[in-house]
C-alpha cells in the first residue's frame, strides 16, 4: 500500500512538497527516490506519484490525474460550539475521518471556549490533514 502525502492543489508534474510534508516523507517514513507515494489534494482529487529527492528539497513528480478520484457530490459541513481542552483536537480528527467536508467553529451565548487565533485553525487544519492520510478519505477537511 503506498504512503499518502498531502498537496495543497495536485497536478501534473513536479510539485514541491512543503517542509512539514517534506520532513515526514524524507525522516518520519524514510522514503527514498523514486517511491511510488499516492498523493492527494484539498479537493479530492488523487493520483500516484514518484517522490524526488534532492539536497533541500523534497517533490512528487505526478504524470496523470485520475478523473473518477474526486470526492462524494454530498457535502457535509458541521458548525458546533467548540468543546473544552483536547476535545476540539478529537472532535476535529473524528470529522475529518467520518468525511465531513467542512467545520465551523462557533461562538455562542453559553461558550466555554472562543474559536480564536490563528494558531488554533492552523493545528486544527493540520489534524484534518493527517486524518484525511490515515483514513484515506478524498480530500480534507475544511475549517472555516
Given at each position: 500500500m503506498?504512503?499518502?502525502?498531502?498537496?495543497?492543489v495536485?497536478?501534473?508534474?513536479?510539485?514541491r512538497?512543503?517542509?512539514?510534508?517534506?520532513?515526514?516523507?524524507?525522516?518520519?517514513?524514510?522514503?527514498?527516490?523514486?517511491?511510488e507515494?499516492?498523493?492527494?489534494?484539498?479537493?479530492?482529487?488523487?493520483?500516484?506519484g514518484?517522490?524526488?529527492?534532492?539536497?533541500?528539497?523534497?517533490?512528487v513528480?505526478?504524470?496523470?490525474?485520475?478523473?473518477?478520484s474526486a470526492?462524494?457530490?454530498?457535502?457535509l459541513?458541521?458548525?458546533?460550539?467548540?468543546?473544552?481542552?483536547?476535545?476540539?483536537d478529537?472532535?476535529?480528527?473524528?470529522?475529518?475521518?467520518?468525511?465531513?467536508?467542512?467545520?465551523?467553529?462557533?461562538?455562542?451565548?453559553?461558550?466555554?471556549?472562543l474559536?480564536?487565533?490563528?494558531?488554533?485553525?492552523q493545528?486544527?487544519?493540520?489534524i484534518?490533514?493527517?486524518?484525511?492520510?490515515?483514513?484515506?478519505?478524498?480530500?480534507?477537511?475544511q475549517?472555516?
Amino acid at each position: 500500500m503506498a504512503r499518502r502525502i498531502h498537496v495543497p492543489v495536485l497536478a501534473v508534474g513536479e510539485t514541491r512538497l512543503d517542509e512539514a510534508q517534506a520532513h515526514h516523507a524524507r525522516d518520519v517514513l524514510r522514503l527514498t527516490q523514486g517511491a511510488e507515494v499516492e498523493v492527494f489534494d484539498d479537493e479530492g482529487r488523487a493520483a500516484c506519484g514518484t517522490l524526488l529527492i534532492a539536497p533541500g528539497a523534497v517533490a512528487v513528480r505526478v504524470e496523470h490525474l485520475d478523473e473518477a478520484s474526486a470526492g462524494s457530490s454530498v457535502r457535509l459541513t458541521v458548525a458546533s460550539a467548540v468543546p473544552k481542552g483536547e476535545r476540539a483536537d478529537w472532535m476535529v480528527e473524528k470529522l475529518s475521518e467520518l468525511g465531513v467536508a467542512a467545520f465551523v467553529p462557533l461562538a455562542t451565548a453559553r461558550s466555554v471556549v472562543l474559536p480564536e487565533g490563528r494558531n488554533k485553525r492552523q493545528r486544527w487544519a493540520r489534524i484534518a490533514t493527517e486524518a484525511a492520510k490515515q483514513s484515506r478519505r478524498a480530500g480534507v477537511m475544511q475549517i472555516a
